[in-house]
């Protein structure tokens, strides 16, 4: 498993009583799988997070990464899970540092003492898996939001890392730009990257093969999506809101349309009204 | 009483080698009432264009007249434009200054030069409208706020003014579902009460489809169409021009036309949708 979470509890360090933010959470994320996390503002998505490469550290309980448990001081210890899991957050322009696209990759593999040939191959390989080959040589700065959240992405993947946690990394792209994270997420995790994705976009959990929903720090629910989305009273009280497709499904149930309750898209909605007349 | 946009052009920093011309021969007229919305892709003008309507950026060429005010004038009345007009920029809680949310909302009323009485009468009134209790939140620090909390009292800053037009920046960008049902819900609701014409810039074609009378479309500067979301969204070749995605309900009934299932009308709502499809059941 790379990543195993044994009742984690985190609390936000605070003067009056500690509020946790992460309450007693127990999972494990299975290697070369694509996991969605769901959950209002304020659930704790984003604390789970970063609990995964131990930006934090569990308040009470342990996390582990490839077995090693991010409890330490040790700055080793702490920089060799980094290595394994990568983390984009939400806002392109607070994750870029370097002028020329080509240096802000190279970073990541300079500060681990990575051979200058071997950084070279990195930073292809990166560049090539997300789609950017060409801007090589060009400033970060120009790029379109959705360029930038791929950079950021590559700028990860030339730390070759086993798990990639996309921190609402789509959240301030318009629908072009989170299409291609979206494309290149999906791409990367057929080529082995177990992805974690957290969001608020129902419709991009659809290809996942895991939703977990977070509510007031726990893990309320957790399963596939079509098991997540089918419990529509759980769907209601956590505040998720169906995809387009699903909903309308259920209202054309309501008005007497014989519909399966797997529904995927629009498409396949279309074709199932067609075959109920 | 309407906003008429005569064929403004405008340019980023002309003369210069970096020149680049982000609005080119604008022209529409909104009236009064309509719930606009603004959509195209990034860096087709939207932006530009809805800064347009309070002087953020000063015009260029073309003329443009919100209600009365004429902005084409050598001295616009900036003020009065400022009140009538309220901008509501993209995540407007980063912009959320003083000390209290009280103070916070009340910079814009102060600011158009009114009486204490008036604007803690306008404070109140917009924190309550926007959803908070006056009471218990008056005196806390805009900081201390949730992310979702926070929007709504920048909202308020801006409807203390009491605009009568109400333009908003990607107002839903990065909500979870139910803050992007309150937001949608707020705007309804100031819309019915003292901004009867609402402009949205959004990316969201599904909120666009279930609330706007009229979308103004973007492309590369010029509006390629300014029409229904029936009109827009059902034109495909304008559709591919533009690179505009459908909203979800458009999508249906295009697969179900292409399955050979045609509807009695074109819906562009979810409630549109399914009324044509019990229409269409109901007579076999």
């Given at each position: 498993?790379?990543?195993?979470?044994?009742?984690?509890?985190?609390?936000?360090?605070?003067?009056?009583?500690?509020?946790?933010?992460?309450?007693?959470?127990?999972?494990?994320?299975?290697?070369?799988?694509?996991?969605?996390?769901?959950?209002?503002?304020?659930?704790?998505?984003?604390?789970?997070?970063?609990?995964?490469?131990g930006?934090?550290?569990?308040?009470?309980?342990?996390?582990?990464?490839?077995?090693?448990?991010?409890?330490?001081?040790?700055?080793?210890?702490?920089?060799?899970?980094?290595?394994?899991?990568?983390m984009?957050?939400?806002?392109p322009?607070?994750?870029?540092?370097?002028?020329?696209?080509?240096?802000?990759?190279?970073?990541?593999?300079?500060?681990?003492?990575?051979?200058?040939?071997?950084?070279?191959?990195?930073i292809?390989?990166?560049?090539?898996?997300?789609g950017?080959?060409?801007?090589?040589?060009?400033?970060?700065?120009?790029?379109?939001g959705?360029?930038?959240?791929?950079?950021?992405?590559?700028?990860?993947?030339?730390?070759?890392?086993?798990?990639?946690?996309?921190?609402?990394?789509?959240?301030?792209?318009?629908?072009?730009?989170?299409?291609?994270?979206?494309?290149?997420?999906?791409?990367?995790?057929?080529?082995?990257?177990?992805?974690?994705?957290?969001?608020?976009y129902?419709?991009?959990?659809?290809?996942?093969?895991?939703?977990?929903?977070?509510?007031?720090?726990s893990?309320?629910?957790?399963g596939?999506?079509?098991?997540?989305?089918?419990?529509?009273?759980?769907?209601r009280?956590?505040?998720?809101?169906?995809?387009?497709?699903?909903?309308?499904a259920?209202?054309?149930?309501e008005?007497?349309?014989?519909?399966?309750?797997?529904?995927?898209?629009?498409?396949?909605?279309?074709?199932?009204?067609?075959?109920?007349? | 009483?309407?906003?008429?946009v005569?064929?403004?052009?405008?340019?980023?920093?002309?003369?210069t080698?970096?020149?680049?011309?982000?609005?080119?021969?604008?022209?529409?007229?909104?009236?009064?009432?309509?719930y606009?919305?603004?959509?195209?892709?990034?860096?087709?003008?939207?932006?530009?264009?809805?800064?347009?309507?309070?002087?953020?950026?000063?015009?260029?060429?073309g003329?443009?007249?919100?209600?009365?005010?004429?902005?084409?004038?050598?001295?616009?009345?900036?003020k009065?434009?400022?009140?009538?007009?309220?901008?509501?920029?993209?995540?407007?809680?980063y912009?959320?200054?003083?000390?209290?949310?009280?103070?916070?909302?009340?910079?814009?009323?102060?600011?158009?030069?009114?009486?204490?009485?008036?604007?803690?009468?306008?404070?109140r009134?917009?924190?309550?409208?926007?959803?908070?209790?006056?009471?218990?939140?008056?005196?806390?620090?805009?900081?201390?706020?949730?992310?979702?909390?926070?929007?709504?009292?920048?909202?308020?800053?801006?409807?203390?003014m009491?605009p009568?037009?109400?333009?908003?920046?990607?107002?839903?960008?990065?909500?979870?579902?139910?803050?992007?049902?309150?937001?949608?819900a707020?705007?309804?609701?100031?819309k019915?009460?003292?901004s009867?014409?609402?402009?949205?810039?959004?990316?969201?074609?599904?909120?666009?489809a279930?609330?706007?009378?009229?979308?103004?479309?973007?492309?590369?500067?010029?509006?390629?169409?300014?029409?229904?979301?029936?009109?827009?969204?059902?034109?495909?070749?304008?559709?591919?021009k533009?690179?505009?995605?459908?909203?979800?309900?458009?999508?249906?009934?295009?697969?179900?036309?292409?399955?050979?299932?045609?509807?009695?009308?074109?819906?562009v709502?979810?409630a549109?949708?399914?009324?044509?499809?019990?229409?269409?059941?109901?007579?076999g």
């Open positions: 498993m790379p990543i195993t979470f044994k009742n984690v509890t985190y609390e936000y360090p605070t003067e009056g009583d500690p509020v946790p933010a992460v309450r007693d959470v127990s999972l494990e994320i299975a290697d070369g799988s694509f996991v969605c996390v769901l959950g209002e503002n304020g659930s704790g998505k984003s604390t789970l997070a970063k609990l995964m490469n930006l934090l550290s569990p308040t009470h309980g342990e996390v582990l990464v490839d077995g090693e448990t991010t409890n330490t001081e040790e700055e080793e210890a702490l920089f060799s899970i980094r290595r394994k899991v990568g984009v957050f939400q806002n322009d607070n994750q870029m540092i370097a002028s020329i696209i080509e240096d802000e990759l190279a970073f990541g593999p300079e500060n681990l003492g990575v051979p200058r040939e071997e950084i070279e191959e990195r292809t390989y990166a560049l090539e898996a997300v950017m080959t060409e801007h090589r040589h060009h400033t970060p700065y120009k790029l379109s959705g360029q930038k959240q791929r950079i950021a992405i590559a700028s990860v993947l030339a730390m070759k890392p086993k798990t990639l946690v996309l921190d609402e990394s789509t959240a301030m792209l318009d629908p072009k730009g989170r299409r291609e994270v979206l494309k290149v997420a999906h791409e990367l995790n057929r080529q082995g990257i177990t992805v974690i994705l957290i969001t608020h129902m419709e991009e959990t659809v290809s996942a093969d895991r939703v977990i929903v977070m509510s007031e720090g893990v309320v629910m957790d596939t999506p079509a098991k997540v989305f089918g419990d529509r009273d759980a769907v009280r956590y505040h998720l809101e169906l995809p387009i497709s699903d909903y309308l259920e209202k054309l149930r008005a007497g349309f014989d519909l399966p309750q797997k529904i995927y898209d629009e498409k396949s909605l279309a074709e199932e009204i067609c075959r109920s007349k | 009483m309407s906003i008429e005569k064929d403004v052009t405008y340019t980023y920093s002309p003369k080698p970096y020149a680049s011309t982000a609005l080119k021969g604008v022209t529409l007229r909104i009236e009064e009432g309509e606009v919305g603004v959509i195209g892709k990034t860096g087709s003008g939207k932006s530009t264009f809805i800064q347009h309507l309070n002087a953020l950026i000063r015009l260029q060429s003329e443009i007249k919100v209600y009365d005010i004429d902005l084409t004038a050598k001295k616009p009345d900036l009065r434009l400022r009140g009538t007009v309220g901008m509501v920029m993209q995540y407007p809680e912009q959320l200054f003083d000390e209290t949310v009280e103070k916070d909302v009340s910079y814009g009323p102060k600011n158009l030069g009114l009486d204490d009485r008036e604007i803690k009468e306008r404070v009134e917009a924190i309550t409208l926007v959803g908070l209790d006056y009471e218990d939140i008056r005196d806390r620090s805009p900081f201390e706020l949730s992310g979702g909390q926070k929007r709504r009292v920048a909202i308020a800053g801006v409807i203390a009491r009568k037009v109400l333009v908003l920046d990607e107002p839903i960008a990065g909500l979870d579902p139910k803050g992007k049902q309150e937001i949608l707020l705007v309804k609701k100031l019915a009460s003292f009867p014409t609402v402009i949205v810039v959004s990316h969201d074609m599904d909120s666009v279930e609330n706007c009378d009229k979308i103004a479309l973007f492309s590369d500067g010029e509006i390629a169409r300014f029409a229904s979301p029936r009109e827009i969204f059902y034109d495909d070749e304008l559709l591919a533009t690179e505009l995605d459908c909203p979800s309900v458009v999508k249906v009934a295009k697969e179900l036309s292409r399955l050979g299932m045609s509807l009695p009308s074109m819906p709502t979810k549109e949708l399914i009324a044509a499809l019990r229409e269409r059941r109901a007579h």
